[in-house]
């Protein structure tokens, strides 16, 4: 709980305590402004998240420091920097990955003292880190609120006055914001991220003063939702080749586009953040290879630990530029087509979504162009409650229909079912146990048909389709089908071992045999990165020489996915 001061009270030093309670404090000022803050959000994009995005920043920043205190008496040091790590691992959007970088900027100075004239220093370094970080800075933002609060507070002195005079030049500079980027001008409002920040600074004047700040004055007035957005770009129908005698409609297992994809205008379509694990040198060129792909690109992190965000068109080449610069994990792909059909502010939710735990970068994109939230998944590295919940939030409807794709995730995942349906969100879960069946449900996904009627659909389809995944086993073990050796191959059909071989291929040609054995009229195919290149083709011709009647999809995975799944309908 924080500390409350004494009338007349004010701290003369940021310790470990106080810092604690700023942390508590900025998220619960957060939690109460995050829906007027999601209303005013219109840039840089139109899609209502940023007081979401940087209320579950300062959330994954607060449980940081809770975690310290849990286990020791922490100092200083240890807190601040408990505080910038968490956030840098639960960033979420644009707005909270800055805000996770000042953070970071601060961390260093706060380190070495919590007097004012050190808070000074912290606040010129967090907005100089958070400006160098973004690629291509732009004023009227939460970097221009950022360094308003530092210059405010250059002279150093006293730490509330120094907490005063931040957050009085914070929202001096935020009350500009509306009058330096047009967007904001012709929306009536002030710039969301820089509003968010502003809110930070007054949880820090209540910590360190014990009185709650004086609400900024904004030349607009009060705080309003931005009107209805301008035009729209339409992206062309997307179908699949129907098979002879198929009826009209994508194919059992063959995604489709949603026949409208509402883009912003002249803005890319996806918004991609995954954490990475990687060198200086090879951030500098992934920055660089990034920037030309698309927009809104930050780059915040140090030490061999960054985290990623960018705006593109193409979702499966900004996670392979993180492959090819290092280890890129907890990837999450967002699509904006549904944010720019309520935009702006998306205070009006759409009715229906879905949300998809998928293996590997390469499905993914598949499923967020076929109008899924997706939540990437490893191995060894299955998503948290939390992880699906935030999902659930991020598809921002009213109705959810949530494929976990895993036989593990099924308690995990109806458990975060229920907390968003405390919130008010419908949820429906589909106990999909592999990907393939996931790709079967949404293949039949229709949200213009009634709720119940769509998710029987999907729970058909999903329920139809049986599932094999082949993987190589690391260690000599008993299976059901025999002892096997480190490194073969294993087959498994329905989750358990039906094969053990030595080649990839073979093994997988005599899965595929016992799976038709039992009939089916399609055969999907997800491969892997690091499967041999002329895996799939082969088992295509495979189907096609010996079952006439029965059509073969194949997905690639990308890289993070076992080495093939195999889904029999």
């Not at 500390?3 to 604690?20: F, G, K, V």
């Not at 509330?160 to 047009?182: C, I, K, M, Y």
């Not at 965000?309 to 290092?326: L, M, N, Q, R, S």
């Amino acid at each position: 709980m924080p500390r409350a001061l004494q009338p007349s009270e004010e701290l003369a030093e940021l310790d470990a305590a106080a810092l604690r309670t700023w942390s508590a404090r900025t998220l619960d000022a957060l939690g109460r402004e995050r829906e007027e803050i999601d209303a005013i959000n219109v840039y840089p994009v139109a899609d209502g998240d940023t007081g979401t995005n940087l209320y579950l920043t300062a959330e994954a920043a607060h449980q940081a420091v809770e975690a310290v205190f849990a286990a020791s008496a922490p100092d200083t040091a240890e807190t601040v920097r408990a505080m910038a790590h968490g956030a840098l691992l639960g960033a979420r959007g644009n707005s909270g990955t800055i805000l996770s970088q000042l953070l970071r900027g601060m961390a260093g100075v706060l380190a070495e003292g919590g007097d004012g004239d050190h808070l000074a220093r912290a606040l010129a370094e967090a907005a100089a880190a958070a400006r160098q970080a973004v690629a291509r800075p732009v004023d009227g933002t939460i970097l221009t609120v950022a360094a308003a609060a530092a210059v405010a507070c250059a002279g150093g002195g006293p730490l509330a006055q120094v907490a005063r005079a931040a957050h009085e030049g914070a929202g001096t500079a935020l009350a500009a914001t509306s009058g330096q980027l047009d967007v904001l001008a012709r929306a009536g409002v002030v710039d969301a991220g820089g509003r968010g920040l502003v809110a930070v600074l007054g949880a820090l004047v209540e910590t360190v003063t014990g009185e709650p700040p004086r609400p900024p004055v904004t030349d607009t007035g009060a705080v309003r939702a931005a009107p209805a957005a301008g035009a729209v770009r339409t992206a062309p129908d997307s179908g699949a080749v129907r098979p002879p005698g198929r009826a009209p409609g994508p194919a059992p297992g063959v995604l489709a586009a949603p026949d409208q994809k509402c883009l912003p205008e002249d803005g890319p379509a996806y918004e991609v953040i995954y954490l990475l694990e990687a060198d200086d040198e090879a951030v500098a060129l992934l920055r660089a290879r990034l920037d030309a792909l698309g927009d809104s690109l930050v780059v915040v992190g140090g030490d061999g630990l960054w985290n990623v965000h960018v705006h593109v068109d193409d979702p499966g080449a900004a996670v392979e530029a993180g492959v090819e610069a290092g280890r890129p994990h907890r990837i999450r792909v967002s699509h904006f087509a549904a944010d720019a059909a309520t935009s702006p502010g998306r205070t009006e939710r759409a009715q229906r979504a879905v949300v998809a735990v998928v293996p590997g970068e390469g499905l993914a994109g598949l499923c967020a162009e076929a109008g899924a939230t997706t939540v990437r998944t490893r191995p060894g590295e299955p998503p948290e409650g939390d992880e699906l919940l935030d999902a659930i939030r991020r598809a921002h409807a009213r109705e959810v229909v949530l494929l976990p794709n895993d036989t593990d995730l099924r308690g995990t995942a109806a458990e975060a079912a229920e907390r968003a349906r405390a919130e008010g969100i419908r949820v429906a879960l589909i106990p999909t146990r592999a990907a393939v069946q996931g790709i079967a449900a949404l293949a039949v996904h229709e949200p213009d048909r009634r709720f119940d009627e769509d998710v029987v659909a999907m729970t058909a389809a999903a329920g139809a389709t049986r599932y094999a995944e082949l993987a190589v086993a690391e260690h000599r073990s008993f299976t059901s089908a025999g002892v096997c050796q480190a490194g073969d191959v294993l087959g498994l059909i329905e989750g358990d071992v039906a094969v053990i071989g030595k080649d990839l291929t073979e093994t997988a040609r005599t899965v595929l045999d016992r799976m038709l054995s039992a009939g089916g009229e399609l055969v999907t195919l997800v491969v892997a990165d690091d499967t041999p290149p002329g895996l799939a083709p082969d088992l295509e011709h495979h189907v096609r020489r010996g079952y006439l009647a029965v059509d073969t999809t194949t997905y690639h995975a990308g890289a993070g996915a076992p080495p093939l799944l195999i889904g029999v309908e």
